[in-house]
């Protein structure tokens, strides 16, 4: 092989070159061209923030749940018709026993105030062959 030698060879030129003067004031102008770049701050309370607002998710749930099952449940108390068969059928339970049960409000608003003329109750009682029952009774 033969020996090769670059300081003897010619050399070619690539055809680029540098303008005069160009490297005289090269690192201030590369210094004015780059700006400082601005650095990203990731802060901390971002993160926290975000466990702020699972944490009072999870509070508003638990608060919440008791409140919404109380209004959803159907209550366990029957109606007036289920009551007034419970004691229509249930003859142990004495008038007595009843109006001892009751308040005085309750007892205010049994009371019906029947308006019936004179006439037409006359006219009952003299119509009614077992009027002697009512009298007695």
């Given at each position: 092989?033969?020996?090769?030698?670059?300081?003897?060879?010619?050399?070619?030129?690539?055809?680029?070159?540098?303008?005069?003067?160009?490297?005289?004031?090269?690192?201030?102008?590369?210094?004015?061209?780059?700006?400082?770049?601005?650095?990203?701050?990731?802060?901390?309370?971002?993160?926290?923030?975000s466990w702020i607002y699972a944490?009072?998710?999870?509070l508003v749930l638990a608060l919440?749940?008791?409140?919404?099952?109380?209004?959803?449940?159907?209550?366990?108390?029957?109606?007036?018709?289920?009551?007034?068969?419970?004691?229509?059928?249930?003859?142990?339970?004495?008038?007595?026993?009843?109006?001892?049960?009751?308040?005085?409000?309750?007892?205010?608003?049994?009371?019906?105030?029947?308006?019936?003329?004179?006439?037409?109750?006359?006219?009952?009682?003299?119509?009614?062959?077992?009027?002697?029952?009512?009298?007695?009774?």
């Amino acid at each position: 092989m033969k020996a090769f030698k670059l300081d003897n060879e010619p050399r070619i030129t690539t055809g680029f070159t540098t303008p005069a003067n160009y490297f005289e004031n090269f690192s201030e102008r590369v210094m004015q061209k780059i700006a400082e770049p601005e650095v990203k701050v990731v802060p901390l309370f971002r993160q926290r923030k975000s466990w702020i607002y699972a944490a009072a998710a999870v509070l508003v749930l638990a608060l919440s749940i008791p409140v919404l099952n109380k209004f959803t449940t159907p209550s366990n108390e029957p109606d007036t018709a289920t009551l007034e068969n419970y004691l229509a059928y249930h003859a142990d339970i004495s008038d007595e026993q009843l109006v001892d049960l009751l308040e005085t409000e309750d007892i205010e608003k049994i009371k019906i105030d029947y308006k019936i003329e004179d006439k037409a109750l006359e006219d009952m009682l003299s119509s009614n062959a077992d009027i002697e029952n009512y009298i007695t009774d």
